[in-house]
C-alpha cells in the first residue's frame, strides 16, 4: 500500500488529455466521473495506476464531484514479474469455472471467505458483507492466518 498522496499537477503532469483527437473522452475523465458514481466510497486499483489518482482527483474538484477513499494494491505479476493482462496476450479468466476466478481474487484482495462456499452469488455475498479496506492497508494474510 502506497499511503497519503500528494500531487502538484502543475508540476508532475501539467496539461493533460481529457478528449483525445477522435473525439472519445479520455481515461482520466471517464475514471473520474466513474469514481464519483452515487453509492461508490472506496476505490481498489491497481498499483500501477496510482500515478493517475492525482489528475482524476483534480477533475473531480474542478467538476464538484466527491472523490471515494482509494487503495492501491500490488498488480498480479507472472514468474518473471510482469503484470497480467490483455494486452500482453495474457489467458482470460475461465468463465467455466467463475467461482474459483472470484475466490483468487478475493485471496488477492486479502479476504478469505469459507470453503464451504462456492457459487459466484455466495462469493459475492459473502465479499460484500466482510469487505474491509483494511485488510488491504495492513497487508495480504494467507488464508489460514
Known amino acids: 500500500m502506497a499511503g497519503a498522496q500528494t500531487d502538484d499537477i502543475g508540476k508532475t503532469t501539467g496539461d493533460f488529455v481529457i478528449r483525445r483527437a ?66 500482453h496476450a495474457d489467458d482470460p479468466l475461465n468463465q467455466q469455472d467463475s467461482s474459483t476466478a472470484l475466490r483468487t481474487a478475493l485471496y488477492h484482495l486479502a479476504h478469505f471467505p469459507p ?4 457459487t459466484v452469488d455466495g462469493l459475492l455475498s459473502w465479499a460484500e458483507a466482510h469487505w474491509d479496506i483494511r485488510k488491504l492497508i495492513h497487508g495480504s494474510r494467507s488464508p489460514t492466518g
Not at 476505490?43 to 482527483?57: E, I, K, N
Open 22 to 87: 477522435d473525439g472519445i473522452f479520455a481515461y482520466q475523465l471517464c475514471a473520474a466521473v466513474n469514481d464519483a458514481a452515487p453509492g461508490i466510497t472506496e476505490v481498489v486499483r491497481g498499483a500501477d495506476l496510482l500515478p493517475s489518482t492525482g489528475r482524476q482527483h483534480y477533475l473531480r474538484k474542478l467538476l464538484g464531484l466527491r472523490s471515494p477513499g482509494y487503495a492501491h494494491i500490488p498488480v498480479v505479476t507472472d514468474a518473471d514479474g510482469r503484470k497480467l493482462s490483455k494486452r
Open 115 to 118: 470453503d464451504n462456499i462456492n
